[in-house]
């Protein structure tokens, strides 16, 4: 069954005008997450038990899916697929992403109690299982042409579709939601920007003054993750509802922060040399100091 979704726009103050106020830093550990023998590791996913997911690129050259728990790797490969890739982990362990088949089309999945389900959106060419709450609710894409511009947003639970779009986007992406249902993601119109949808109204996530925004991720304190690019180089950034706080990997020259859970521990990949390399960022306890100034 397909539901569908009303949608009311909401553009805030923040693609106006930007104002300075004292900004709280939070002092990281930092652990790099390289798969044994692999390359290009990204993690994508983290649950509030630490538990990552993510992806790597093999020695054949294929992209294969792992999970990460306390320092020891676990390959998690969709049967017979070409590639696959994780986006998302819960609290029950249950996990979604996507999978080439043998034609190289690729098909949404959720991973639950040692058994793979295929999902796709009804009559679509093309679907993506891009995150998962602890209610079970899914997010991700589907196409339904070979216009990868043409893409649309769905929320699977209980057996139920539900479809969305953005208002005044292209190319659109259901990246997260958290255990309140509410979703973020981006669009393109004619910069890519992040959106944040809670069920009824949309709301533009745009960091100030950059040139473009996507939210990857949220966790149930309404923390947004995502990544801002200014003059060709990515940064990480935390959003709160009100305030901006961007950071970087150490001396990572491009920093793409894709996840968040309730302990505020970040995960995501970085570019300072080829190949691309994940990474965990986890708060220290007791750690948060004002050092400088915040966009809000």
Known sequence: MIKKAIIILSIPAILLSISVSLAYSINYTYTPLDYPGG??????????????VGMYQGADLLAHGFIYDKG?????????ANHTV????????????????????????????????????????????????????????????????????????????????????DETRARGINDLGHIVGYCK???????????????????????????????????IIGTYAIAGYQHGFT???????????????????????NSGQIVGYYKKTTPNRGFLMTPKPNAIAAVGLLLE
């Open 39 to 52: 390359r290009n590791t990204e993690a994508n996913g983290i649950n509030n038990h630490g538990k990552i």
């Open 72 to 80: 020891t790797y676990v390959t998690l490969d969709f049967p017979g």
């Open 86 to 169: 994780l986006r998302g982990i819960n609290d029950s362990d249950q996990i979604v992403g996507f999978f080439y088949d043998a034609d190289n089309v690729y098909h949404g999945f959720l991973f639950s109690e040692n058994t793979f389900t295929t999902i796709d959106f009804p009559l679509s060419q093309r679907s993506r299982c891009n995150g998962i709450n602890n209610l079970g609710q899914i997010v991700g894409t589907y196409w339904e042409t070979d216009d990868e511009t043409q893409s649309h947003n769905f929320i699977y639970y209980n057996g139920e579709f539900t479809d969305f779009d953005v208002p005044l986007g």
């Open 189 to 223: 119109k004619p910069m890519f920007f992040g959106y944040l949808y809670d069920s009824s109204t949309f709301t533009a996530i745009t960091f100030p003054g950059a040139n473009a925004t996507i939210a990857y991720g949220i966790n149930s304190l309404n923390i």
């Open 239 to 261: 959003f709160d509802g009100s305030k901006y706080n961007s950071f970087d990997y150490l001396e990572a020259i491009q920093t793409i922060a894709l996840g968040i859970n």
